[in-house]
DNA sequence: CTAGAATATGAAGGATTGTTCAGTTTGAGG
DNA sequence: CCTCAAACTGAACAATCCTTCATATTCTAG
């Protein structure tokens, strides 16, 4: 397996010292609030450094260029959430097949609407980058976890089960992602996912049922 | 209702003459090459222009600036392609439900697979600009055609209509988005628009089940 | 305390690119 | 054929923006 980042978007070093870690915070926060306020194709090196209380010569010596810049926030924000999928992944193991889809739904779900704006920006950014690499590293996590999980659910035969895991997810991250295109209420978003999740489980049933 | 397009991104005049509408459509498909070849954020007007075998001042008699170029083109596609909801969804009028659905994720599937460089590219130069007004009008559409259709669904019951519709695409539409950044090969594409037709499925029957 | 490493600065350079406009060419109607 | 409007041209302008580097500051280890 190739590493994960391309050599040209990783960063040109790591912080060793405290002050270091607390620049790098301030300037993927200032990224955050800079593509909110100003969006995509405005966001502009200096801009950010203004934002963040910093030199641009300062983030230079992190990000080789802009674009290493949103590829690595992007990287940290899909680390944090595929992070959360695992452990809500692990932490339904033996549960019934329904429960689990419905807790991998509200998993990501709580996760993207928790700051909702952030979400919808970063949404944006990925278009002005290669985020192959990205997608496909997170990809994995998110079924290695939901496989691992489904697998355990005694209601369940463990047959043509990533196939089934893939629909799952492309459903739920696609599904949730296109509610925010939309700008659903809180009760439109509240049937959606009630909604969802009646479909997913009419997919986990779908083999039991006319086998019986 | 507001005009669909706003102001600042509105066409600067309409082609009145026959080599005026054929440079036109040579503008849009350079547009769509470039954004192919170089990506969103390399995209230039010089380079479209280019691609276009046409000056750039020419593009600017029709379109403000980029941005209005960009709109322009995506409008383009939305028009057509809620036109082929609109006919597929028509077309069913009066069929059983399930047969309904599995027309409507074959027609948009469809669309979308038609051209696939050519969806992503859009998917990814819509980031680049301010897209609500087009995409409520797109889903407006959509949702009329598809609660029109449903609503002729003999055995269908008619309450809850629109909040199913609304669900129904907003989880095709996504499923669709999301299948085009993974890159699913031709078995597992052919095996999701299954899951996904039995997961629609399930959704319309879900009120008459445990009813009956 | 000191030396060297890590971190931060920001003005300046260089390159790109969006947009205009004065002028030319082409087409349509009479 | 003539005239006017529509269509087209593309060099030039102005603005923005990315990136560097020589220098200054701060931290840490010994």
Not at 63 to 90: D, G, M, P, T
Request: charged share 25%; aromatic share 6%; with cysteine.
């Amino acid at each position: 397996m190739p590493p994960a980042t391309p050599r040209s978007l990783a960063p040109r070093k790591r912080p060793r010292q405290a002050r270091a870690a607390v620049t790098l915070d301030a300037v993927f926060e200032a990224t955050i609030q800079v593509l909110l306020t100003v969006g995509p194709h405005r966001l502009t090196t200096t801009r950010v450094a203004e934002r963040a209380g910093v030199s641009v010569g300062t983030m230079y010596q992190y990000f080789a260029h802009k674009q290493a810049l949103i590829y690595a926030l992007n990287e940290r924000y899909l680390e944090v959430l595929a992070e959360k999928i695992e452990i809500a992944c692990h932490a339904q193991h033996g549960m019934p097949a329904q429960q689990m889809v419905e807790a991998l739904i509200e998993c990501y779900w709580q996760a993207k609407t928790e700051r909702a704006d952030v979400t919808r920006a970063l949404y944006r950014s990925v278009a002005e980058l290669d985020n192959e690499a990205l997608i496909e590293a997170f990809a994995a996590r998110a079924d290695a976890a939901t496989t691992a999980m489904l697998a355990s659910a005694p209601d369940l035969d463990t047959q043509k089960l990533e196939s089934i895991t893939r629909t799952l997810l492309t459903v739920i991250f696609g599904t949730v992602r296109n509610a925010f295109e939309r700008n659903l209420d809180e009760a439109a978003a509240r049937e959606l996912r009630g909604h969802l999740a009646v479909m997913c489980g009419a997919l986990l049933d779908s083999r039991s049922g006319p086998l019986a």
